[in-house]
């Protein structure tokens, strides 16, 4: 039987389960991916497991999201992940090397192989032909002690590519066609799989910028051929060795299909505050600006900064215009310097950062209030730039350079410049000294965990009781993303290893009293419930937006839908994410409703529908789980650390 891409590298690594869309199969993994913003609470996860040394091919912790160091938080959180990468076996890539993802790619990216990373732009690496996957921290924290990774088996959407994109348009623009034909939840439980003719004239970096943003689709993953485009790549960096070819059979058959004409594309842009917002450029020229940014895990590449540093060659930006580069790797940083192109941002009036993920969390470059930023990040949600009340569009590296020469938001087709033909190096530079490789077993056990005052032990959490009854304390809309369930950000971010400290910020940003009320209940014995709409608990793999509310007494998430990654994290942790059978019950249910879910554990045995009652109004409703029998069992036993300590 002809396979796709996706269903080969499926089928590679498939130690249990079927290949049929819906069900849980479980997953051999190569390779695991953390970053500092996430990798802290999975070091203690692998503390509390007691594991000797990771089980998988290759591991690594990053440290990208919390650079600023305002006081010893955060730079007591390095030392700390530095000692546990050396204790456990995993590369360690210090402060100020750069990104994770352009950088999993540069030093260790093979085709073929499995990845699984503490972040949901862990999908990037499907530009070099990986199955990469972006998850939970528990869930990584398990594939690196030697456990498979579960996931339901996802259906796969065919994207062919074809003609050439015309002057002006990029790779940010191909991913932000798609995100205005399917939307933020367009992609959930699909693999989008890229093939055509257009491909070729794609490089890895271009693929990159489509594979990271698979997340805003709430997508499994994205993944590319392996070809002579990724061939280039990995001989650039030194690594030609790890590349062979990879291609779906040509007689592949998909779950769903789109084509895009490359040709046809125009520079578009996403409004504020969704990925999703998208429109063209044109239709929102000249609005005023305040700032212009280019860089983080989303656009990447080489070409990314140096397209716009030959646009502003020799010209000086606007003067209303804050003009942010934040170079993803300390790698391009040192080619743009080779090639003179940094010169060219610096006498432009641009202000340099150092290499990492900076304003795209949060951290820095923060806009003013209500004034437009434009930015080549990957996500806009509401507040995520680290102004409560941002106006933050996404765009193109040439869309952003434009407007920022220009002072309002511009289409770069009306510059009339000649396009910059970019000069790819057949060499790039790869500092290996920032990147610091395992320590032998043996010397590995003399490490001790360095652990500052912030960091703090993990909570223990309860088992479910056997009647679920609980209140409602929150009813939010659609969308809902991590950020909001719990902000990022250089506020909040340096308790990322300390639970009951961050847990104080939880849904902050929708309603400043629910920490409190929940508390209340909690100390009176009592848990609480959350209704959502659609897609909630979208964006971020941050666990924290699921552990957080748990230790303030979370045990049951009605929503419509529920993005993949958070509603692994919510089982994880033990509370029980469940839908609604009829739309209506989402508009019955009210702020203070007690809900009583009797017997609970054998009712999700027994059936995927099941009744709750809503006690202070005498009627019931209907709910469904997505559940399988593993993920039962992790929440009869208040997650999933509790379940692996049985086991």
Known sequence: MPLNLSQKLIQAHLLDGRMLPGEEIHLKVDQTLCQDATGTLVMLELEAMGLDSVKTELSAQYVDHNLIQEDYKNADDH??????????????????????????????????????????????????????????????????????????????????????????????????????????????????????PGLKYLNAWDRHVIANMGAELGATASVFPSDQQTRKFLQACGREQDWHEL???????????????????????AEPSSPDKVVPVREVAGRALFQAYIGSSANPGFRD???????????????????????????????????????????????????????????????????????????????????????????????????????????????????????MNKTKMVNREMMQAPLLLEAAREVKLEKGPNIVSLPILTKMPQDLIVSVILKVGDNISTDEILPAGARVLPYRSNIPKISEFTFDRIDETYVKRAKIARDAGKSHAIIGGENYGQGSSREHAALAPRYLGLELVLAKSFARIHAANLVNFGVLPLTFVRPEDYQILEQDDIILIADVINALKQATELSAHVQNKKLEIKLRHHLSIRQIEILAMGGLINWVKVK
């Not at 789109?258 to 040709?263: G, M, N, P, Q, S």
Request: glycine letters at 10%.
């Open 79 to 196: 030392l700390f992940l530095q000692s546990a990468a050396r204790r456990y076996g995993l590369w360690f890539s210090r402060a100020g090397n750069g990104v994770s993802h352009p950088l999993h790619m540069e030093y260790f990216g093979k085709p073929g192989k499995t990845l699984l990373g503490s972040d949901s732009h862990t999908c990037a690496a499907g530009a070099l032909g990986m199955l990469a996957i972006g998850a939970g921290g528990l869930e990584v924290a398990m594939a690196m002690a030697g456990h498979p990774f579960p996931v339901k088996m996802p259906r796969v959407l065919g994207i062919k590519l074809k003609g050439k994109m015309p002057a002006w348009v990029s790779a940010k623009d191909i991913i932000l066609e798609m995100l205005r034909r399917r939307s933020v939840k367009g992609g959930v439980e699909f693999i989008l799989e890229y093939d055509g």
């Open 305 to 423: 900064f140096a397209i716009a540093a030959h646009m502003v060659k020799d010209k000086q930006i606007s003067a209303a215009v804050s003009f942010d580069i934040n170079p993803a790797s300390r790698n391009i940083l040192e080619e743009l310097a080779r090639d003179g192109l940094l010169a060219s941002l610096i006498h432009s009036g641009a202000r340099i950062h150092q290499a990492g993920c900076n304003g795209c969390i949060g951290m820095g470059q923060a806009p003013a209030t209500g004034k437009n930023s434009l930015r080549t990040v990957p996500r806009n949600f509401p507040g995520r730039s680290g102004t409560k009340e941002d106006s933050v569009y996404l765009c193109s590296p040439e869309t952003a350079a434009a407007s920022a020469l220009t002072g309002v938001i511009t289409d770069p087709r009306d510059l009339h410049l000649p396009y910059p033909k970019i000069k």
């Open 247 to 269: 291609s779906a059979d040509k007689a592949a058959k998909y779950d769903d299909h789109e084509i895009i004409d490359l040709a046809k594309l125009e520079p578009l842009i």
